[in-house]
């Protein structure tokens, strides 16, 4: 059973800052990609952020020079720094994970249960 929890989200005023953390749990073998997506009421799901496990990162165009996502190989974990927020960064934020379970050779994408981001005055 592997599993991501996710924790960081909350209430904060525009210009502020809040870091997203999430870690994957359970018989892991090996994390390929990670990223952060976000879906707003009304709207699609869309990818913020993503990191490969070199290291590589791409950006959503609204988000470049304002979030940074990083990753800690050894703990399973993938962070998404957010500065500067705007009000219409307001959505629930999910951590997705590209991940091959101990024992097999075929990966999987598994995702987090969501956390909510609110920016607001």
């Known amino acids: 059973q592997v599993q991501l929890v996710e924790s960081g989200g909350g209430l904060v005023q525009p210009g502020g800052s809040l870091r997203l953390s999430c870690a994957a749990s359970?018989?892991?073998?090996?994390?390929?990609?990670m990223g952060w997506y976000r879906q707003a009421p009304g709207k699609q799901r869309e990818l913020v952020a993503a990191?490969?496990?070199?290291?590589?990162?791409n950006y959503e165009d609204s988000v470049k020079g304002r979030f940074t996502i990083s990753r800690d190989n050894a703990k399973n974990t993938v962070y998404l720094q957010m500065n500067s927020l705007k009000p219409e960064d307001t959505a629930v934020y999910y951590c997705n994970a590209n991940i091959v379970p101990r024992g097999e050779i075929v990966s999987f994408d598994c995702w987090g249960q969501g956390t909510q981001v609110t920016v607001s005055s």
């Open positions: 359970g018989s892991i073998f090996r994390i390929n990609a």
């Open positions: 990191i490969t496990r070199g290291g590589s990162t």
